[in-house]
């Protein structure tokens, strides 16, 4: 059984920094097809914001993250990082990570079969 645990978050004044980590345990293999990181504000649907195709690297950002977050991995720690500069009250939400393990959709919620718990970001004015 495969867990996602997501550390990092945190109280940080706008223009300032974090980075999120995900880590995938409890299987010495994994190989997912993609991992992502998605955000959920209070009363708002959970939003995109940036996924990486586990074997090529190759990344997918979200339009209201572009330029600001980047997303990584590291293969052989199996995990995944999520690099947030420039943060803005309006980034204020939870963010989960979440694994693609059986889907070609990177993109979207529905395309995630296995969820870490979340971790709050708050971004104060």
């Known amino acids: 059984q495969v867990h996602l645990v997501e550390s990092g978050g945190g109280l940080v004044q706008a223009g300032g920094s974090l980075r999120l980590s995900c880590a995938a345990s409890?299987?010495?293999?994994?190989?997912?097809?993609?991992m992502g990181w998605f955000r959920q504000a209070p009363g708002k649907e959970r939003e995109f914001v940036a996924g990486?195709?586990?074997?090529?690297?190759?990344?997918f950002d979200g339009d209201s993250v572009k330029g600001r977050f980047t997303i990584s991995r590291d293969n052989g720690k199996n995990t995944v990082y999520l690099q947030m500069n420039s943060l803005k009250p309006e980034d204020t939400a939870v963010y989960y990570c979440?694994?693609?393990?059986?889907?070609?959709?990177?993109?979207?919620?529905?395309?995630?079969?296995?969820w870490g718990q979340g971790t709050q970001v708050t971004v104060s004015s």
């Open positions: 990486i195709l586990w074997s090529s690297g190759r990344t």
């Open positions: 979440a694994a693609n393990r059986y889907s070609d959709v990177i993109t979207s919620v529905g395309g995630y079969d296995l």
């Open positions: 409890g299987r010495a293999f994994f190989s997912p097809n993609a």
